[in-house]
């Protein structure tokens, strides 16, 4: 846009508004017809592009405030797409073997250097190899505290969980997730190393 342009924007900003709602409640049928044109659509693109690049902060704010108060939404939304999806699922998951693996890898390797990054000095490493050597069928270890919420990866904060439970409890803590649930299912690794 040009200066010109501009200034006569700024200067009559409010009158335009006007006009432009007066001209979308009375062209609906116009502006549908247009905004199915491939030109209607790549100034979209482009537009919504140039808003990516110039919110991203706001952007990324807002999808971890979103993701924190619809957690449950959105796991009830992947499974419904995941259910009504399944053979693309499959068809991909067979396409692309190599990759899911190296995806794979790589989420381990940063879990594992998560729990590196957050072993306290004081850890003894030896009780947590036998805490994990020790874990029940059907079982896996957890961490009371998740990693993710600023837990350490030590003795104290590990126990046992049965694998579907600790699945559905995620990066939860157990308050969130349920105190009730969590006492009902959890084992702690004293009463079984100590037996």
């Not at 508004?17 to 693109?45: F, L, P």
């Not at 259910?83 to 073997?97: A, C, M, P, T």
């Not at 803590?173 to 037996?195: A, K, P």
Request: some cysteine.
């Amino acid at each position: 846009m040009n200066k010109q342009k501009m200034e006569y924007y700024e200067d009559n900003k409010e009158v335009l508004k006007e006009k432009m709602k007066d001209y979308y409640a009375n062209n609906q049928e116009k502006i549908k017809e247009y905004r199915q044109t491939d030109k209607w659509k790549e100034i979209k693109r482009k537009s919504d592009k140039k808003y990516r690049e110039n919110h991203q902060e706001s952007i990324s704010e807002y999808r971890a405030k979103y993701a924190v108060e619809n957690r449950e939404k959105i796991l009830q939304n992947n499974k419904e797409y995941y259910q009504n999806n399944k053979e693309r699922f499959v068809e991909y998951r067979k396409n692309n073997i190599e990759r899911i693996r190296l995806n794979k890898r790589i989420s381990d390797s940063k879990r594992r250097a998560n729990k590196l990054n957050q072993t306290p000095d004081y850890a003894n490493l030896d009780l947590i190899r036998m805490i994990y050597e020790n874990c029940p069928d059907g079982y896996q270890v957890d961490h009371m505290i998740p990693l993710a919420n600023g837990g350490l990866h030590w003795e104290s904060n590990l126990c046992y969980l049965p694998a579907e439970i600790n699945s559905s409890k995620g990066s939860k803590r157990i308050e969130e997730f349920g105190t009730q649930e969590f006492c009902q299912h959890v084992i702690y690794w004293q009463d079984i190393l100590t037996s």
